[in-house]
């Protein structure tokens, strides 16, 4: 998986589209991300203790990773890797910018 926790993403299908967030989780096995903020789904939760509230709450659902895209430079980019220095480095591929 190109992407990582911490990236700065923009939704390209979806209910969401066009917003951008940042991705707080990441499920490589499903090749699915949790972006901040964004594909909020309503669950409901059970009460776990005194101070717990139960109820309906509002959390971020996966998205799968095709349906993001890296935002470089206020552009989306497809994400890519060379050898600089003798070291393997991630980049935009729009840009050229290192990651």
Known sequence: MRLKKNDTVR???GKD????GK?????????????????????????????DKGGIME??????????????KDSVSRIGYRI????KVRYAKKTGEVL
């Open 11 to 13: 939704i390209i299908a």
């Open 17 to 20: 589209k066009g917003l951008e």
């Open 23 to 51: 991705i707080i989780q990441i499920d490589p096995k499903s090749e699915r991300v949790i972006v901040q903020g964004r594909n909020m789904v309503s669950k409901t939760m059970k009460k776990r203790s005194q101070q």
């Open 59 to 72: 959390v971020e659902a996966p998205i799968h990773v095709s349906n993001v895209q890296l935002v470089s």
């Open 84 to 87: 600089e220095n003798g070291k």
